[in-house]
């Protein structure tokens, strides 16, 4: 337990639970000394809450009896919220993050009323979500671990860190100022040292990372979320325009949610645009379609595809 109020809190939440509890068992829950222990006892009855010790084989600190924590002020649907978002902490960041969200959960089925803990239950059954974009986490959390530790200590990092496309990796010193998840990746946000500016590395292009002892300051005008805004912006990308073929219209209904834009043509068929990383990326999900798609926009996708359509098909015919 990293600090004094969480200590407190969860003292007296033991006590609450069970009276009569000896110094030397409170202790050891806390992680602490008995020495230690007297003292936040000693905290508690400063704040006054009211604490009383018996002495004997059967003794120990209990609670006042009749004495309760105050409930947490919280209606059904935040109580819902609460628990729905340290959900989506576990899932998204996975053992980084998992114990502390058990922990959360478990404090609140503590302390929350039988209404809200009603409510939970509900939202248990029927508000789930599943099946989000996001790569493989598990081989990611000793760099993400790294990564946490660097940036609340304010420590530069080395890394070795390989671009898109590109199997060399490039090593660098980085100041990492924030870790970022987007569009089912994970990224590290801050100053790199060899390029002198603000720059984001997605992590599982880091193919070595260390922990080095230089320290920074964090700027004071470092913003995260208009850095995003305007990072990402930049980036490079590829505006496409596909048209499918008026029996593929329902293909491209469905799957609109990864269109920028749709047209209705008067022949039946759908014009649509989207933006990708790449071309490699746009190649794949061109060819993924088949022919009900046809590539309008730009020539170097239509070359691209034509060339991999040639390469796929002579392939097969060796076979």
Not at 54 to 81: C, I, N
Not at 194 to 210: K, M, P, Y
Request: with cysteine; glycine share 6%; hydrophobic share 40%.
């Amino acid at each position: 337990m990293s600090n004094t109020a969480t200590r407190l809190i969860t003292l007296l939440m033991l006590l609450q639970s069970q009276p009569n509890q000896k110094a030397s068992n409170l202790a050891e829950k806390l992680g602490v000394s008995v020495r230690s222990l007297h003292r936040y006892i000693t905290m508690l009855d400063e704040m006054g809450i009211p604490i009383y010790s018996e002495r004997g084989p059967y003794g120990g600190f209990s609670l006042v009896r009749g004495y309760k924590m105050p409930p947490l002020v919280f209606t059904p649907e935040e109580a819902v919220a609460i628990y729905l978002g340290t959900s989506l902490v576990r899932e998204m960041w996975g053992k980084l993050y998992q114990d502390a969200a058990q922990g959360a959960l478990a404090k609140l089925d503590n302390v929350l009323p039988e209404e809200q803990r009603n409510e939970i239950a509900w939202a248990r059954r029927t508000l789930i979500t599943t099946g989000m974009r996001r790569a493989q986490l598990d081989p990611l959390t000793p760099t993400l671990e790294k990564l946490r530790r660097a940036i609340r200590e304010q420590r530069r990092v080395r890394m070795a860190h390989r671009k898109q496309n590109d199997p060399d990796a490039q090593t660098r010193e980085l100041e990492p100022y924030a870790l970022v998840y987007r569009a089912g990746w994970w990224y590290v946000v801050g100053h790199c040292r060899l390029r002198d500016a603000r720059r984001s590395f997605r992590l599982d292009r880091i193919v070595e990372l260390t922990l080095l002892d230089k320290t920074f300051q964090l700027p004071a005008d470092f913003n995260a979320q208009e850095f995003l805004a305007q990072g990402f912006e930049t980036e490079t990308k590829v505006l496409i325009q596909l048209r499918f073929a008026p029996d593929a219209a329902h293909i491209a209904r469905d799957s609109g949610v990864a269109w920028d834009s749709i047209e209705p043509q008067s022949d039946g068929a759908l014009i649509v645009t989207l933006t990708m990383p790449d071309l490699q990326w746009a190649t794949s999900m061109a060819l993924g379609f088949g022919p009900i798609v046809t590539v309008l926009a730009p020539e170097e996708l239509r070359r691209a595809v034509r060339e991999s359509a040639r390469a796929i098909a002579e392939q097969y015919a060796k076979i």
